[in-house]
């Protein structure tokens, strides 16, 4: 039950919740710019079995809109700033002697009880010099067997969310302003001024996620990274 209601919280959170915030201006502008009569004339036209056939679609496609979402926070955002699948994130900047995110003796604690309890080995700090390609390959293996152990630690789990709920709001900018602003243009031309200003703001502070992004997303994955090898730490 553990693991069903951890996934379903980060599942809402980190991924529907997101998703929710930014597809709103582009469903309104959408409600608004087709007009009452449209829906009045589509409800009347259509059967009730037709009904459900367009919800159930309409559920499948915001399914679908999810997933996307959330691959592009995975793909476009976090790339942008970690790199290439993650290879700089700072679970695995931690591990090694090249990091400057913690200190040089946590970050031989650490490795030391990875490798006490696993078959985990790491790069010296000639070698991580010599081959730091390879050094950087070992240090995210181990990572892997570190978020394995500590599993659903309910810090953990927390900041987890926290980046997942950012990383994949920020993916949702095109849409979101895209949307805010047809909304923000809409209402100028009715002379709708608090209506108007409300879709900019929801424009502006999209942007400022995107441009900050990096600021961000690096707060957030170290506060996580953190709290990851904390719990490890504490794990018997």
Known sequence: MDKIKWWDEYEIKARYIPTFLSVIPIVHFSIVFFGGIFWDELLESISWMLVIANLSLSSIVMLALVQFQCSLGKIWIEESVFGKGGERFPTTDMLLYSGRLISKQRKEQLRCRISDITVYTFSTEEEEYADPSNARL?????????????????????????????????????????????????????????????????????????????????????????TLFNEYSNCT
């Open 138 to 226: 070992q240090a995210r293996e181990a990572v892997g067997h570190v978020r394995a152990k500590v599993g659903h630690g309910i810090m953990t789990i927390q900041y987890n969310i926290r980046y997942g709920f950012y990383r994949n709001l920020i993916a949702g900018v095109v849409w979101a302003t895209a949307g805010a602003i047809g909304c923000s243009i809409m209402y100028f031309l009715e002379s709708r001024w608090k209506p108007m200003s409300l879709f900019i703001a929801y424009a502006i502070i999209f942007l400022a996620l995107y441009q900050f992004k990096r600021p961000i997303l690096e707060r957030l994955a170290y506060s996580y990274a953190d």
